[in-house]
């Protein structure tokens, strides 16, 4: 008998709440809840944890896990009728165990498909048939990668319009030494501010206060370099045009139930999203939104943290 560990894994989590591990032959590990169709961790290979998750979430529908990816859809935030960020991330989701193909090859053999169509009772509240598919992978090198697939399974004929985000929580060493690279210089929508559109000025992102902002027409490519942990993480992202940046900071941090006093220094939310634009779907049609992340040593060059090197390179 083989002494390795499953590739895919079917466990019970916290509350006894379902869950599928993954595992790459390095590794490097990820868990997906059922609940949600939420990412709630990322492992390196040397078993140290990627992502945030608050030690006060409770794990406990139909409350959203605070931390890990929360899927936003089919709205983000409340810009529409619905509540916050939409349903998906808390509806039970299912495995869905005949996708239709994908076009892209994976070699590795620890991903997951999970499947989220609306029950009767969805449809009151959001009138359209759809089917979410998410593939969660972990590629050969511990990258997480992600793609969610919408269908309009519409029979009226009547087309549906979604906005959508990864609300990806990176666990950082402080948020005071951290920097994004990739958005300076773009307009964006500050959520503070009853959204009103600004530029970016200047350098890399840093951060010394609340923010909450939708960068709009990103790069494909972002990188959070944390400086005390000489790490680097690089979203590559596709379908996906805008990019939320998102730290409470001390005082809104006090105020969420599910979320600790001082945990905000050690989390920042960069989300690949589809906002400004929402998205329309006929019957028929199909949208896919892909997320990559992977988390690299950061390139140092007399001292400083280089991005132009972290964003340049492959
Ligand atoms: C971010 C939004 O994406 O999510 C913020 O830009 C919001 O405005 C945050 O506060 C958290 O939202 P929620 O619904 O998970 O508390």
Not at 139 to 145: F, K, R, V, W, Y
């Amino acid at each position: 008998m083989s002494s390795e560990r499953a590739a895919v894994e079917l466990a019970k989590g916290v509350n006894g709440l379902e869950k599928i591990i993954l595992r790459e032959t390095r590794g490097s590990s990820a868990e997906v809840y059922l609940y949600g169709g939420h990412v709630t961790s990322w492992k390196n290979d040397h078993g140290e944890e990627l992502l945030f998750v608050s030690s006060k979430t409770l794990f406990k529908p139909p409350k959203p896990i605070r931390g890990g990816i929360p899927l936003c859809f089919p709205q983000f935030s409340n810009l529409g009728p619905l509540e916050s960020h939409g349903f998906a991330r808390n509806k039970f989701w299912s495995i869905d165990t005949d996708p239709p193909a994908f076009p892209t090859n994976s070699s590795s053999k620890a991903h997951i498909d999970l499947i989220l169509k609306p029950s009767e009772e969805d449809m009151k509240i959001w009138p359209h048939s759809y089917e979410f598919r998410l593939r969660v992978a972990l590629g050969p090198g511990g990258d997480l990668m992600l793609t969610s697939r919408i269908r309009n399974t519409n029979s009226d004929g009547k087309p549906f319009t979604f906005t959508f985000a990864y609300h990806t929580y990176f666990s950082v060493s402080d948020i005071s030494e951290v920097r994004v690279e990739g958005l300076e210089t773009l307009d964006y929508l500050d959520n503070l501010k009853s959204r009103e559109r600004f530029t970016e000025q200047g350098d890399a992102i840093t951060f010394e206060r609340e923010v909450d902002k939708i960068y709009l027409s990103t790069p494909t490519k972002i990188a959070i370099l944390d400086h005390e942990k000489k790490r680097t993480f690089v979203l590559r992202k596709d379908g996906l045009p805008d990019a939320v940046v998102w730290n409470p900071w001390d005082k809104k941090a006090k105020a969420m139930a599910d979320f600790g006093d001082d945990e905000y220094k050690h989390m920042l939310c960069v989300e690949a999203a589809a906002i400004e634009k929402p998205i329309t779907l006929k019957p028929g049609e199909e949208w896919r939104g892909r997320l990559e992340l992977s988390a690299v040593p950061s390139s140092y060059c007399s001292g400083q943290l280089d991005p132009q090197r972290v964003l340049q390179g492959s």
